[in-house]
């Protein structure tokens, strides 16, 4: 039987390598790519606080070879998103009230200052970008998209962090903001705290415009407590870890 590869005129088809189920973005590797979905999914709650994470299933998902996922997995349970358990896998790190507590408590420490000195401090160019990202907010709670809000929010928080002018304390919380993203997704996922997250936004952003520190400082000391109310009612729709 003549084998069609050697039949003159035809050429062989390439194998595709198989595409994964997220964009690659240029110079990113497997293994960032599967680290920044996975991240997400657990923000999300698409993998639940305490699920199993199967790293097979992971590869199906993201279309990703095994390594760059373990990978992933190992660098996610050095940033505390994921527990890695001897002869079991990983499991997605279960939320606490312990947890929730000390974020809200640092979040007090720090944040209400921080908006002070956003409101001395802040360029005409951020206080247009804060602008931009509430106008944005409002848009996206009309269309109760909370991943959108999510990210808005945490950037509006960000840039107030950067407007401090003040490496030391935006490296502080930036990192508390790493470590609320799952909290914020939980807390706008309850329909009431959406709109009352776009005025306390609106107030926060009014605050720094003005060049109003005290009122910046205490608009921001109220969004926070606000959000623990919110946050603290919420725990009991998700299966949350004991303390």
Not at 156 to 164: K, N, P, Q, W
Not at 169 to 198: D, Y
Not at 214 to 233: D, G, K, N, P
């Amino acid at each position: 039987m003549t084998r069609l590869k050697n039949k003159p005129g035809l050429k062989r088809k390439r194998k595709q390598a198989p595409k994964t189920a997220v964009e690659k973005r240029p110079g990113g590797s497997l293994r960032d790519l599967a680290q920044q979905e996975i991240k997400r999914r657990i923000i999300t709650l698409n993998y639940r606080p305490g699920a199993y994470l199967n790293e097979a299933q992971i590869c199906a998902d993201l279309r990703i070879g095994r390594t760059p996922v373990h990978m992933a997995l190992q660098r996610l349970s050095i940033d505390g998103m994921i527990e890695i358990m001897p002869r079991k896998g990983a499991i997605v790190r279960p939320v606490t009230v312990d947890e929730i507590m000390s974020v809200i408590e640092a979040r007090l420490c720090n944040e209400p200052m921080a908006a002070r000195l956003a409101a001395a401090r802040a360029s005409s160019a951020q206080i247009d970008r804060l602008t931009e990202i509430v106008a944005e907010a409002d848009a996206r709670t009309s269309e109760k998209d909370v991943e959108a809000l999510m990210e808005l929010d945490r950037e509006l928080h960000s840039l107030i962090a950067d407007a401090t002018r003040n490496t030391v304390l935006a490296r502080i919380l930036k990192m508390l903001h790493e470590h609320s993203l799952r909290l914020w997704f939980i807390s706008l996922s309850e329909p009431a705290r959406l709109e009352k997250e776009a005025h306390e936004h609106g107030d926060i952003l009014a605050a720094i415009s003005a060049k109003d520190e005290r009122r910046a400082e205490l608009v921001m000391r109220q969004h926070i407590e606000s959000f623990a109310q919110t946050i603290t009612a919420s725990i009991s729709n998700f299966e949350l870890g004991k303390a």
